[in-house]
């Protein structure tokens, strides 16, 4: 089983930054995608950014030239980077992995999530 651990929310002030940090754990694995979903109160959970093993990132319109993933393959960590942040940007933010087992095969999971606050 892979299993992902996300850190380093909390509170912060509307035009500040803050870093998200995700790693797996498991055996005998090889993550092809991780991403960054966010969910409000209310709202649907939806894609905030991911990024390949090779290192092509997709962004949310909402987020771009803001935020920033980025991936160490060798360490199985994505961080996301949270700069000018906005009290819209106010949710649950959750880390997704996909990738393949030895002998299991394909995996698809997430981590348990990360309150980010923005106060205005």
């Known amino acids: 089983q892979v299993q992902l651990v996300e850190s380093g929310g909390g509170l912060v002030q509307a035009g500040g930054s803050l870093r998200l940090s995700c790693v797996a754990s498991?055996?005998?694995?090889?993550?092809?995608?991780m991403g960054w979903y966010r969910q409000a109160p209310g709202k649907q959970r939806e894609l905030v950014a991911d990024?390949?093993?090779?290192?092509?990132?997709n962004y949310a319109f909402s987020v771009k030239g803001r935020f920033t993933i980025s991936r160490d393959n060798a360490k199985n960590t994505v961080w996301l980077q949270m700069n000018a942040v906005k009290p819209e940007d106010t949710a649950v933010y959750y880390c997704?992995?996909?990738?393949?087992?030895?002998?299991?095969?394909?995996?698809?999971?997430w981590g348990q999530g990360a309150q980010v606050t923005v106060s205005s």
């Open positions: 997704h992995a996909d990738g393949t087992r030895a002998i299991v095969g394909p995996f698809n999971t």
């Open positions: 498991g055996h005998s694995f090889r993550i092809n995608t």
């Open positions: 990024i390949t093993r090779d290192s092509r990132t």
